[in-house]
């Protein structure tokens, strides 16, 4: 069953349920109030009868009520201490002799029984001045009820026959409403798991179904990013696959020609060799971080002092720095001590190294150490060429650089970045790069400290 009619089918139910029980409980007041008034007015009426012949018994006032009773809906029949009737404005049967018998003490209902009897009864016992005793007993048809009876339940059931037709109309409209949303979302799902991801979704309501449909939204475009992403990926690696190996084909075919001096077929091996690690360190990386994907690698923590850590290799990086005519510095404020797999995060520092020599005309780079807050913070900043702000976003995807054009000299296939983030993200520590193009940038590293310090 669609679940708009499922929907549809237990708010209609529901609805009813409440209209049907409402309406009997509002049934069931009005008639019995309006049955309460009639005995209220036919009391009332006998007392006030009561009062007339307790102020004069006479026979003009017995004959006056008669009369009086007679021009009306309502009906008198008024008896002696004895029970035998004095006056009568109805002629009398077996039913009201039976009313007649009932002798009370003071003003009662007689007679409530609307639905199966003639009439309804009142009695109010007298004593007159004159000390005559008797009962003037009230008694008033129960066909006028009835017939009002009648005509209020054809009233009731119109209503209700309304309440229900504006109540299906209702229950459309509103499960359109409801459903509608859900509807077109559900086609936007199966659009998406056909793979097209342009879908568009019009709900613009901020409650869940809204919410929802933003989710879907957000998934259906980052559904289409990461399609992109992976087309450029896959472009991105046959390319740089392409350019070293067209090198190396084109320096072995003319390292192979005949006559070549010595220095010239050295000079073709050299880039033949520099070619094929350039080509084996794109397939290392590659492979690590397709590792690092599969959550197949593993880091071995260790406490380590991180002063004497990036000490050794500053140590190392100071040479090659030099020689490229930058400024290495080491700001070591404070040890601090932390949790790191060492192996790997030299790889870290290494990457965000090698970029800032890469991307240096000489200037200074310069590594800091500090710490507050239980955290110790290491920041590399350099002095070289910078990156654009609306590039600094995708610095850490894979195979990004700045520069599109790949040469030889210019160096990196746009892995550094990526295994960097991967590494940090897996010692869940917090990665910053902020930059001023032409001015330089600056890496920082957020790690905990090491708990037991
Ligand atoms: N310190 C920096 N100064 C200027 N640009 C930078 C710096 N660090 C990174 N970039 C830019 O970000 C891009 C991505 O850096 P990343 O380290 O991921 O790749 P790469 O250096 O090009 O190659 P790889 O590190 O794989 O050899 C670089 O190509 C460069 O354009
Ligand atoms: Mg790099």
Request: hydrophobic share 40%.
């Amino acid at each position: 069953m669609k679940f708009s009619t499922k929907l549809g089918l237990w708010f209609f139910f529901c609805i009813l349920i409440i209209e049907t029980g409402s309406m009997l409980f509002l049934h069931q007041n009005v008639v019995q109030t309006l049955i309460d008034n009639e005995k209220e007015a036919l009391l009332a009426r006998g007392a006030s009868h009561r009062d007339v012949l307790e102020d004069s018994f006479t026979d003009n006032t017995l004959q006056h009520i008669v009369l009086m009773e007679s021009k009306t809906d309502t009906e008198v029949v008024i008896t002696d201490q004895n029970g035998d009737v004095i006056e009568s404005s109805i002629a009398l049967n077996e039913e009201i002799n039976f009313f007649i018998l009932q002798i009370t003490n003071d003003d009662q209902v007689i007679e409530a029984d609307w639905e199966s009897q003639s009439y309804i009864a009142t009695a109010s016992p007298f004593r007159s001045n004159s000390g005559e005793n008797g009962t003037v007993y009230m008694l008033k048809s129960t066909n006028q009820m009835k017939g009002l009876i009648t005509d209020l339940n054809h009233h009731f059931a119109i209503a209700v026959i309304i309440i229900l037709f504006f109540l299906v109309i209702t229950n459309i409209i509103l499960v359109k409403l409801l459903t509608k949303p859900l509807v077109s979302m559900k086609e936007a799902t199966k659009r998406i798991s056909e793979g097209d991801f342009t879908v568009t979704l019009p709900v613009k309501s901020k409650d869940e179904i809204g919410e929802l449909a933003n989710s879907i939204q957000t998934l259906a475009s980052n559904l289409n990013y990461l399609k992109q992403e992976r087309k450029e990926f896959l472009a991105s690696i046959s390319h740089e696959l392409r350019t070293p190996l067209t090198y190396i084909r084109g320096y072995a075919d003319i390292g192979q020609k005949p006559n070549l001096v010595e220095s010239q077929k050295n000079e073709y091996l050299k880039i033949i060799h520099e070619e094929s690690i350039r080509v084996s360190n794109l397939l290392e990386d590659l492979f690590e971080l397709a590792k690092m994907d599969q959550n197949s690698f593993s880091i071995m923590n260790e406490e380590v002092q991180f002063r004497e850590f990036l000490q050794t290799i500053y140590d190392k990086a100071y040479p090659v720095f030099s020689n490229s005519g930058i400024e290495l510095k080491f700001n070591r404020k404070e040890e601090c001590y932390v949790n790191i797999d060492p192996l790997r995060f030299e790889q870290v520092v290494l990457n965000i190294l090698d970029n800032a020599l890469k991307y240096s005309d000489g200037g200074t780079t310069t590594i800091e150490l500090s710490k507050k807050d239980n955290t110790c913070k290491l920041t590399i900043s350099d002095e070289g060429k910078g990156i654009p702000e609306d590039q600094i976003p995708y610095i850490f995807d894979r195979l990004f650089r700045v520069e599109k054009s790949r040469s030889r000299l210019t160096g990196g296939v746009g892995l550094g970045l990526s295994i960097v983030k991967e590494i940090v993200d897996a010692h869940e520590g917090e990665l910053k790069v902020s930059s001023e193009f032409g001015v330089g940038t600056t890496v920082s590293i957020l790690l905990k400290e090491a708990k037991n310090r």
